[in-house]
Nanobody
């Protein structure tokens, strides 16, 4: 059973930055893709960023140019760098990993609050 653990959320002022981390209990080489999603209360969970096993990345339209996804294979960890944060980026951020066997794994989420 794969476990994912997010860290790095918190309170930040508009225009500020944060870096989220997602540490996997096993090797990330077993994943087809690693992603970050976010969810506001009352809204659907939306894809923020994804990086594939081949290194391709894609981003949600609302975060393009501001957020960057990356990974560290040696640490079995992937990251989301959040820059130029806006109040509308406030949400619970979840990391996700899709295993090669098709199973999706989720972290428990970390809250990002953007407010002055």
């Amino acid at each position: 059973q794969v476990q994912l653990m997010e860290s790095g959320g918190g309170l930040v002022q508009p225009g500020g930055s944060l870096r989220l981390s997602c540490a996997a209990s096993g090797s990330i080489f077993s994943f087809i893709a690693m992603s970050w999603y976010r969810q506001d209360p009352g809204k659907e969970r939306e894809l923020v960023a994804r990086i594939t096993s081949g290194g391709s990345t894609n981003y949600g339209d609302s975060v393009k140019g501001r957020f960057t996804i990356s990974r560290d294979n040696a640490k079995n960890t992937w990251y989301l760098q959040l820059n130029s944060l806006k109040p509308e980026d406030t949400a619970v951020y979840y990391c996700n990993a899709r295993h090669f066997d098709g199973i999706d794994y989720w972290g428990k989420g970390t809250l990002v609050t953007v407010s002055s």
